[in-house]
């Protein structure tokens, strides 16, 4: 069995260093562990030190594509080389390294597919008594989306099995942590939660500069997502939104029309079918949305197949390649 643990980075090199100095190099049921840091475009020596630190693996992207981006190459790498089990943990060590193990033993045990480091929200001093509220909120959203029971879902600190790692893609660019959550739960991929605990910061987050954009992005990214895997439900509920006072509306005319004939009350009957028709697209957009939301699990299948054989062929080459360079040299 193999383990890599990559560390998508991005001008990281006050970190690092500290952060490869935590890593192991033996973790319980895996024979071979190498590590992958995924260059996000970095401007700084965060190349240099990873080098300098010994990393297997070095995977540099032609510019800064962001957090979700680094995230999903990083996993594509690790399975062309070969990893059975991918960790993700941050630059920055704001993980502790020593719970590698605890989150890969669910997969090893087949328990899971995808195990995530639920951090000790409540008791992390330099998390603010809103951060924590809005961290809780936002697991909640996330459990409601995906049917998954996931206590931390903003952690990106997460073990991820090969056949589940060739299953995901994110389409957000802003973070990857919510949108694979919700996607593993439409995909039936089993998740589970393991507690791990966290090192003091280092640096300010860069995915929150102020309370404000973060409650901001982080409703545009659940909406947004809620959209993409749940197209049904949530066009249906904007539908509802406008049917109901549609046909509030729209019976009170008839009820005047009845009762005086309805003079004067011409308007009741033109905001009344204007909502309702309104709320007519809106369910037949939900039901399109639907069938491409459908078409998007077929997609993501063949896409796995396709990364599966990808993956075998580079394998295979690379044995080709070992078999005659021992030709050469014998």
């Given at each position: 069995m193999k383990l890599i643990i990559q560390i998508p980075?991005?001008?990281?090199?006050?970190?690092?260093?500290?952060?490869?100095?935590?890593?192991?190099?033996?973790?319980?049921?895996?024979?071979?562990?190498?590590?992958l840091v995924v260059d996000d475009?970095?401007?700084?020596?965060?190349?240099?030190?990873?080098?300098?630190?010994?990393?297997?693996?070095?995977?540099?992207?032609?510019?800064?594509?962001?957090?979700?981006?680094?995230f999903m190459a990083?996993?594509?790498?690790?399975?062309?080389?070969?990893?059975?089990?991918?960790?993700?943990?941050?630059?920055?060590?704001?993980?502790?390294?020593?719970?590698i193990g605890d989150l890969t033993w669910p997969i090893l045990s087949g328990e899971a597919q995808?195990?995530?480091?639920?951090?000790?929200?409540?008791?992390?001093?330099?998390?603010?008594?809103?951060?924590r509220v809005l961290q809780g909120l936002g697991s909640w959203v996330v459990r409601k989306a995906s049917g998954l029971e996931v206590a931390d879902a903003p952690s990106g600190f997460?073990?991820?099995?090969?056949?589940?790692?060739?299953?995901l893609f994110v389409f957000n660019r802003y973070t990857y942590t919510l949108e694979t959550i919700i996607q593993a739960g439409n995909l039936n991929i089993p998740v589970v939660s393991v507690?791990?605990?966290?090192n003091p910061p280092t640096r300010q987050s860069r995915l929150m500069r102020s309370m404000l954009q973060y409650i901001v992005r982080s409703a545009v990214t659940?909406?947004?997502?809620?959209?993409?895997?749940?197209?049904?439900?949530?066009?249906?509920?904007?539908?509802?939104?406008?049917?109901?006072?549609?046909?509030?509306?729209?019976?009170?005319?008839?009820?005047?029309?009845?009762?005086?004939?309805?003079?004067?009350?011409?308007?009741s009957l033109v905001i009344g079918a204007t909502l309702i028709a309104s709320s007519a697209v809106l369910f037949v957009?939900?039901?399109?949305?639907?069938?491409?939301?459908?078409?998007?699990?077929?997609?993501?299948?063949?896409?796995a197949r396709q990364l599966t054989e990808q993956i075998a062929e580079h394998r295979r080459a690379a044995v080709t390649e070992v078999a005659r360079l021992g030709r050469d040299t014998g």
């Open positions: 980075c991005y001008n990281e090199e006050a970190t690092l260093a500290e952060t490869l100095a935590c890593l192991p190099r033996e973790v319980a049921g895996f024979s071979i562990v190498e590590w475009g970095s401007t700084d020596r965060t190349v240099d030190i990873a080098r300098q630190c010994g990393v297997d693996h070095i995977h540099s992207l032609p510019h800064n594509q962001g957090l979700a981006a680094a990083g996993l594509e790498k690790a399975l062309c080389l070969g990893a059975d089990v991918v960790v993700n943990t941050d630059g920055d060590n704001q993980y502790k390294a020593e719970f995808i195990a995530i480091g639920v951090r000790p929200i409540s008791t992390i001093s330099h998390f603010s008594p809103a951060k997460r073990a991820i099995h090969k056949s589940a790692a060739s299953r507690p791990v605990d966290v659940i909406f947004r997502i809620a959209v993409i895997y749940r197209p049904f439900r949530a066009f249906s509920f904007a539908a509802a939104l406008l049917f109901l006072p549609g046909a509030a509306v729209f019976l009170r005319f008839l009820y005047l029309y009845f009762t005086d004939g309805g003079a004067g009350h011409i308007q957009g939900g039901v399109i949305a639907d069938l491409i939301a459908a078409n998007r699990i077929l997609l993501t299948e063949i896409r």
